[in-house]
């Protein structure tokens, strides 16, 4: 089934079309014709979705969780045509797409399932006491409501799962909010196929015509009029820090200012403590390369730095990992920014002070290899830039003179989505002291495996103290991120017959 997009916008249950024009980039097949999203475009959506509000904000569980499982049918019945051009546009294979595919329908279905539970509303009721003393008691209801439209980005690396219908749009929808989405450049046409498929279940469900919208392309203008305007109660935001931080700039300066759930930027630190790495450091070495390379390198937990204390074990263990990562052939990367930045971000890194390179590569436009740098402990914590987040397949191992400099290194990281401990049971003092300051950092913290994998369910926390995210509070995977998009209401002695159905 071959797809051939045409490059138009959903705005209200209408495709439409702007003057502007842009082109796909694809990694391979052709490049296709998109019309550029304007911020005329982005209000009449934003309207379109505050009056889908009354209706749908009110609407049952039983509704909502069939409109998502209905999206969830919708994208399955476009499979072959989504893999295609997700692939055409991405470079990804086809089988990362198919399981990316499935987790995007599995997080539909989840929070669809998640709704029907009910639990995530909090219902509380304080019963009236109308003869206490001093004072009587009013009776106190308390339920969480969904706060209104909702703006969503989609991210570069992940084209379904943090995209279109990804985890923000799920939970907001779930949550009651409709949805506009500003599609990324990256992939505009498997975001054009993934609202096909969302628009379909609009129509069967009998949906209000605003609760989704989609504009693509357009300059600058057209994001900043998305994150404010006086409509959007809320941002969802996965991409890179100093764009996620203007737009957050930008939330906290409206009138209104509004929440910013934004995803910005993590290294992923690993620390290797002595009696793991001395048992098993060969094997700690390939696994850390294969989740390094993992996917050219392009997840928000890549981890991206190594924590060692110096001696042979940890030699044995930059040796294994050296020569994993030079055997590791070229992948194609998401685009030629993230190509050319990857590239210029190795270059800095190499250049700095003290750093020792161990493998280097050659980058041909978008297909990269790893670098691998190694650095003391005493030059990478007195420079930041050893720091920052290189997004691809670059690792960095500091090594630390003993476990008071490791515990260091731990106290200086700035916010993390994870930190991961490699320990035996030899470790469990070092481990011990460590975990209170890594919970601090990250809002994962991992033993003995690699971050790389994010599971989608009730307990999961993608998210961490800032720059990692600007909500530590939050998290943008698993059944708690509804939270973000609903806020606490008390209903004060309001008679059964007029409090939402939830509570009555």
């Known amino acids: 089934m071959t797809f051939t997009p045409h490059g138009k916008h959903l705005i209200a249950g209408e495709w439409v079309s702007a003057p502007e024009t842009f082109h796909s980039a694809p990694a391979h097949g052709p490049a296709h014709e998109f019309s550029a999203g304007t911020p005329e475009l982005v209000n009449a959506a934003c309207e379109a979705a505050e009056e889908a509000f009354w209706s749908f904000g009110y609407s049952t569980r039983e509704e909502r969780a069939a409109f998502l499982n209905t999206i969830a049918d919708e994208i399955e019945a476009r499979a072959e045509a989504i893999t295609e051009i997700g692939s055409q546009e991405s470079g990804l294979p086809e089988g990362r797409l198919n399981g990316e595919r499935g987790r995007t329908t599995g997080q539909l279905r989840l929070f669809a399932d998640h709704i029907l539970k009910g639990d995530y509303l909090d219902r509380r009721h304080d019963k009236a006491l109308p003869d206490r003393q001093p004072l009587p008691r009013s009776d106190l209801r308390m339920m969480q409501r969904p706060i209104g439209p909702i703006a969503v980005f989609g991210a570069s690396n992940f084209p379904l799962a943090f995209s279109t219908a990804g985890g923000d749009t799920a939970a907001a929808l779930a949550a009651g909010c409709p949805v506009v989405v500003k599609g990324h450049d990256a992939h505009p046409g498997t975001g054009e196929i993934i ?34 305007h006086p409509l959007i109660k809320a941002v969802g935001f996965t991409g890179s820090l100093g764009g996620g931080r203007a737009l957050f700039d930008l939330c906290a300066q409206r009138p209104e200012p509004i929440p910013f759930f934004g995803e910005l930027g993590s290294i992923n630190p690993m620390f290797m403590l002595p009696d793991a790495v001395a048992n ?6 390939k696994g850390w390369a294969a989740s390094l390379a993992m996917g050219a390198g392009q997840f928000c937990t890549n981890p991206g730095i190594v924590v060692v204390i110096e001696g042979a074990e940890s030699d044995a263990f930059v040796a294994a990992a050296q020569a994993a990562l030079s055997e590791q052939g070229p992948q194609v990367m998401l685009t030629d920014g993230i190509a050319e930045a990857y590239t210029t971000g190795a270059a800095k890194i190499g250049a700095q002070s003290g750093v020792q390179d161990l493998v280097t590569s050659m980058c041909d436009r978008r297909e990269a290899k790893p670098f691998l740098f190694k650095v003391s402990a005493s030059d990478w914590l007195g420079n930041h830039a050893l720091s920052e987040e290189v997004f691809g397949p670059l690792g960095i191992v500091v090594v630390a003179k003993d476990a008071d400099e490791m515990d260091k290194i731990a106290r200086s990281l700035v916010g993390q989505l994870t930190a991961t401990l490699h320990m035996d049971e030899g470790d469990t003092a ?13 809002g994962r913290v991992l033993a003995n495996g690699f971050p790389t994998g994010v599971e989608v369910c009730d307990s999961m926390v993608h998210g961490g103290p800032y720059p990692a995210s600007t909500n530590f509070g939050a998290t943008s995977v698993g059944t708690l991120s509804i939270r973000r998009f609903l806020r606490p209401v008390c209903y004060q002695d309001i008679p059964e017959a007029v409090l939402p159905a939830d509570l009555a």
């Open 195 to 228: 609202t096909e498929a969302i628009h379909a279940a609009v129509e069967k469900c009998n949906m209000p015509k605003g609760v989704f919208s989609l504009v693509q392309g357009g300059d600058r203008s057209v994001g900043q009029t998305l994150v404010q």
């Open 430 to 442: 070092l481990a011990r002291r460590l975990l209170p300051v890594l919970e601090r950092k990250a």
């Open 280 to 285: 098993r450091g060969e094997e700690l070495g």
